[in-house]
């Protein structure tokens, strides 16, 4: 079992830092999800209120959600071996991945839940082993 992994998480990819008795290691996980599309509705041919158009966004809404859902469980795979996380970054993954574990069947402690900009693999890396390090002394 893994003793604590840290997790960088938009909902483009996810930088997962895993502190083991063997070092350090660091997995990526790409989202493939689509981003939506911004030029909804700009056929002329119908208004951007048609039934025609509300269908086309649901049906883009609820792929969009497949794919993010898809992503978060590859995710939590990897979070099945740890005894604790800390979960950090930019936007609203981190907080949408924190409430799918906390409703899902993998029992996971999280130890934080932070806010972070962009950052490279090594301040990543720095920020979970600062981050454990801290909280073990």
């Known amino acids: 079992m893994t003793n604590n992994i840290g997790l960088w998480i938009d909902r483009k990819k996810a930088i997962l830092v895993i502190q083991g008795k063997q070092g350090e290691e660091i997995q ?8 939506r599309i911004a030029d909804r509705g700009t056929s002329h041919a119908r208004s951007r209120y048609s039934a025609e158009h509300q269908q086309g966004d649901d049906q883009l809404d609820k792929k969009f ?13 990897q979070l099945r071996r740890t005894e604790a996380v800390l979960i950090f970054g930019p936007g ?40 454990f390090n801290k909280s073990i002394h």
């Open 28 to 35: 990526k996980i790409e989202s493939g999800v689509e981003r």
């Open 65 to 77: 959600t497949e794919q993010l859902n898809k992503f978060y469980d590859k995710v939590i795979a």
């Open 92 to 131: 609203e993954a981190k907080s949408e991945l924190e409430k799918r574990i906390a409703h899902g069947k993998v029992k996971v402690q999280i130890v934080g839940v932070e806010t972070a900009d962009k950052m490279t693999e090594r301040q990543i890396a720095t920020k979970v082993r600062n981050h």
